[in-house]
Structures are given as C-alpha cells and as structure tokens.
C-alpha cells in the first residue's frame, strides 16, 4: 500500500517536471526566435566580382512595415548607373504574430574599373551594412577583322586657343553592330561655353575591313579663361546586339587638354574680339531726286565677324555735327553656322538728317581684332561716300527792266500818213517876218519823240523786293519751326533719371549692393545695380551703358572682368555657372586704389555674354 502511494507520487512529481521542461524549452525558442524579425535593413549583391560594363544585382530587405519612401539610394550614383529598380513586399504569420519584409532589388552598372564600397543603404531611421564589390577590366571585343564594334572618338579644332577664341569640338561614334537605346554624353566645362554647331551627320566609312557608320556631332566651344582646361571624356552606354544575345555596352573616349593663351599684350584696343576675319559694308538710303536740309536719311552697318558670336562684335557710336544729325536705332545681332564654324552678324541703322547745305561726309566705321590665323592685331575701316546736299527750294522774284529808253531824233521827215499817228508832234517854223508876202513853200523840219509811260519802272522794282522778302520770311519761319520741333522731340525723350530713378542715397550705399551682388553671383541683377554705382559716381549724364563704365574707369582688369559677365548673360550658358567674386574684387581695388594681396593675376572675359 505504502509502495502504491510512492509509485503515484512519483508519477505526478514526473509530469509536472516535463510540463515545467517543455514549458520552459518553447519560451527559449520563441525567445530565440523574435531576434529574427527584430526591425533591421539587409543588402546582399548577387556577385561580388563582376567585369566591365557587366550588371550586378543588389537586394535591399526591410524587416519592418513603415518603409517610408523606400530606400535612398543617392550615395550608390558615384560610382554605379541605376539601370532599374523593382520592389516586391512578403508576409508571414508564427505563432500568433505576423511579420512583414518588403524587398528592393536595383540594377547597377559601374562606371569603371577597380574595388568599390557600396556604402549602407538608409531605410528610416535604418541602415544597411556596406558592401565591397571588386570590377575587373572585360576583354576587349574585336571582330574577326580585328576591330572593335563600336568605337567613340574626340578632336578639337585648336588645343591652344587664345581667350573667346572659337573652338570646334567633334565627336564621333563608329558603330558596325546595332545599337538600342544609345546615350551620348554631352560635353560641360565651368570654363568653357558650348553650343552644338549644327545637327549630327551620318555616313558609312570602311577601316581595315570593317564597315563603320559613322556619326559626328559637332559643338562651339569659348574658353573663359586663361590656363589649362581639360574636356572631360565622353561616354556613350546602349544596348548591343550580339550573337548570344543583348548586352550593355559603355565606351568613352580619351580628355582633351586646351592650353589657353591669354590676351597678347601688344593687343592695344579696349574691346578684345578673336577673330579670323572682320568685314565691314555700309550703305546711305537716299530719297529720289535731289537731296536737301532736313530730308532724312537712312545709313546702314553691317559687321561680320568670322568665329565670333554677334555679341562679342562691339558696338559702335557716332555723334552728331553741324552738318548733320543722327538718330541710331539699337543694334540687331543675327549668326550664321557652317562646317567651319559660326559667323557673328550685327547690323546698326542711323537716322541721318542734313543741317546744312554742302557736302556731308559721315565718319568712317572701323573696328580692331585680333588675327587668330596670322597672330597680328589688325584693324578694318570702311568709309561712306560723301553726299551733296541742296539748299531748301525758293522761288526766283522776277528781274526789272531798268533802262530808261531815249527818244529817237528823225532827221528826215517821216513820209506822208493818211491818218494821225499821235504821240507825234510836228513843230513848224515860223514865217520870215521880213518877207510876209513871200508865198513860197519852205521844208518842214520834224522830230519824233516817244513819250514816257504812264506806270513807273520803280513800281516793278518795289514789288519784286517785296516778293523776295515775303519768301524769305516764309523761308525763316519754315526753318525756326523744324528747329523748335526737333528741340520739342528732344525734350519729350525722357531722360535716364526720370526713366530710371535713383534707389540708392548716396555712392557707397550703391557700392555695397553692387559688391554684395557680386560676391552673391547674381548675374540677373548684375547691371542695374553697376548702373546705379556708376551713375552716382559719373553722373546721369555720363552714364547711358555698361560701355561707359569701361570707358570712364579706364582699368583693364575691369573691363575684361565686365566683358566676362556680358559674354555670359547674354549667351545659352545657365548663369549660376558665373562667379562674381573675381568682379568684386577688381571693384574694391578700383574704389580703394589699392591692391589686394591675396587676389590672383588672370585674365577674364568679354561678355556673359552676348
């Protein structure tokens, strides 16, 4: 009975312990389990050594729900294309609770040979570990003649250019497979403005063998500064056609260095303009018939400038003399492009008006550049023919006739007349007193006189002065009123205070916006504020332009750092790429007459333009 009752107590004391076991062995592997599903972000790439131009797959996994906007992947783009992204969500349900993951694989090309660290992928507040990832150069591609598929070729016209200078930058690709979705890079420089040249041309072209076609894209291109300036190599990336199949290809071709000449010394005219040719035509518009005081003419510029951009011509300006006046209209700036590069155009239009009767001879135009072919300054002049100009029409008083007949004597007698032909008067003589009774006839001695006319030649002389007076009034009158009309259109012209007022109160305050502009590189603003600097320090009425800046301050290093900001603003360039430090400076030395220690010697440009 005793032995019964511990067998039962045995049993029972059994069953709790494997109770209390099995209870204690499921909690451990729950615990054990949770650390599994703890929120955490994974990446893992599907080969960690690949060759060039090969694609590698990198898995990012999310063990959480609230993924945000994904992963960033801004850190993976120095050093790897994102060819494609795809993003795939999982869930699952153990032992009473369920558990979300949320995948991302993304596609990457790297960019060139050698080992990279794919740096930890933020998810949230999570990151991944970092990857390493070794890229090995591929074996070259080469067809059964020897020659690569595909090849990208660069070349430039001059690789020692001078400052502005134009320079013809080509790029060709060589293609003997088929290509799907190709991308060519496009050449940038912060020193250098590019503009395609013209559409991209296509031709077939054997070498060694193998048949090429061959695409070339031509691109301006104008050194900004002075000093060496290296276009980076371009690359192209498609998908080619091979026997086995699609595969990315990526190829570039090699830099190009430029050593850019500053500008010569010996170059003496304030506008820098690199060309290989200027021409000059001019025209004078007349009316038909003669030309007189007051007609209006019509005197036409036209400036090419072979690889120039228009803005880069400078402007010209002509004043107004006795003998004339001139209204110009703004100038118009038009180019031209061909296979050997731009030609700059730009037309200027004057309003000529003669003042005075005579001869008018118009200044001759002439503008200075630098031979780029031969290295020389040289400057071409043209000149205007000269022109006759007639006095206003008058009309001519007539001429009186102031001789005064004188009566005609007739010492015959006139023959006999049937009827009286008064004024006529015959005188007898008288008989001889002495004789009375002598009855014998005697001559007749006879004078003819013309008498004189009843109306006075001084009455004629009387209105012909008046005549000529009254025209001469008219002529006065007519004169004094084109005068006060012109002197009236004159004054209708608002001038620059009235059209611009000041905003500024006094100079220094105008400085320091205009150094605040520039250190600021606002290059929109850059011209109203340097007009307002400028106005406060020359006046209204030596200020109409920029030009008058360069003129007055008389400082090289300014106006070629204007010149640059010009070139810039007025070409397709973005204007953040403008830094207005090196203009502020040049400013502050001009202001204060002293140098700066720390500022370096170089050579700026002509024009941001334009």
């Known amino acids: 009975m005793v032995m019964k009752q511990f067998y039962s107590f045995m049993f029972a004391f059994s069953r709790k312990i494997h109770f209390s076991l099995a209870t204690l062995l499921i909690t451990g592997l729950f615990s054990l389990a949770l650390p599994a599903y703890a929120d955490s972000v994974t990446a893992s790439l599907d080969k960690n050594v690949v060759t060039e131009n090969d694609i590698v797959q990198l898995t990012i996994r999310a063990d959480f729900t609230n993924t945000g906007n994904g992963p960033d992947l801004t850190p993976l783009k120095k050093d790897f294309d994102i060819v494609s992204q795809s993003q795939s969500s999982q869930f699952s349900f153990n032992l009473g609770s369920n558990t979300a993951m949320s995948y991302w694989v993304i596609s990457l090309m790297p960019k060139s040979v050698g080992t990279f660290t794919i740096p930890p992928i933020k998810i949230g507040q999570y990151a991944s570990q970092p990857l390493t990832l070794t890229v090995k150069n591929a074996p ?24 502005q200078q134009q320079v013809i930058f080509t790029m060709k690709l060589y293609t003997s497979v088929s ?45 900004q500064k002075s000093g060496k300036i290296t276009i980076a190599p371009q690359t192209m990336q498609a998908m080619m056609q091979m026997g086995s199949g699609q595969r990315i290809v990526r190829i570039q071709s090699q830099p190009i260095n430029l050593q850019v000449l500053p500008i010569p010394p010996s170059y003496t005219n304030d506008n820098w303009l690199p060309s290989e040719g200027v021409t000059i035509n001019t025209k004078l518009e007349k009316p038909k018939g003669t030309v007189r005081v007051g007609d209006t003419l019509i005197w036409t510029i036209n400036i090419d400038a072979k690889d120039s951009l228009p803005e880069q011509i400078p402007q010209l300006t002509f004043n107004s003399t006795k003998a004339y006046k001139l209204y110009p209209e703004p100038a118009t700036f038009s180019s031209q492009k061909n296979d050997k590069g731009i030609i700059g155009h730009q037309t200027i239009k004057i309003q000529v008006v003669p003042t005075q009767k005579g001869t008018i001879k118009l200044p001759d ?119 006060k009309k012109s002197k009236d259109d004159e004054s209708n012209v608002p001038t620059l205070k009235e059209f611009a007022p000041l905003t500024s109160s006094d100079e220094k305050s105008a400085f320091q916006s205009l150094i605040e502009c520039c250190r600021q590189d606002n290059i929109t603003e850059l011209r109203s504020y340097l007009l307002e600097w400028a106005r406060h320090r020359w006046g209204d009425e030596q200020i109409h332009s920029i030009e008058d800046i360069k003129r ?38 001009y202001q204060t007459g002293q140098p700066k220690k720390t500022q370096a010697s170089q050579l700026k440009t002509l024009y941001p333009n334009f």
């Open 552 to 589: 007055l301050a008389g400082s090289v290093t300014l106006t070629q750092l204007l010149m640059e900001a010009e070139l810039m603003l007025y070409s397709n360039q973005t204007s953040h790429q403008w830094q207005g430090s090196s203009l502020a400076d040049a400013l502050e030395e």
């Open 365 to 483: 135009v002439s503008v200075t550049y630098w031979d780029t072919n031969k290295r020389v300054e040289k400057t071409v002049t043209q000149s205007t023919p000269e022109l006759a100009i007639a006095p206003l029409p008058t009309s001519s008083s007539e001429k009186t006739n102031n001789v005064t007949p004188k009566p005609k004597t007739l010492d015959k007698p006139l023959p006999p007349q049937s009827r009286s032909v008064a004024p006529i008067s015959l005188a007898k003589q008288e008989k001889d007193q002495s004789n009375p009774s002598d009855d014998t006839p005697k001559p007749i001695h006879t004078h003819l006189v013309k008498e004189q006319s009843d109306v006075n030649w001084r009455l004629y002389s009387v209105i012909g002065l008046a005549i000529l007076t009254v025209l001469l009034l008219l002529v006065c009158l007519l004169l004094f009123w084109k005068k």
């Open 140 to 163: 070259e591609m080469l067809d059964k003649n020897g020659n690569p598929p595909v090849m990208l070729k660069t070349r430039v016209s001059s690789d020692s250019p001078y400052l």
């Open 179 to 223: 290509l799907n979705n190709a991308n060519i890079s496009v050449p940038s420089n912060p020193d250098l403005i590019f503009e395609q040249l013209k559409d991209d041309q296509s031709e077939f072209k054997e070498i060694n063998g193998t048949r090429y076609q061959v695409l070339t894209r031509k691109y301006l291109a104008f050194p």
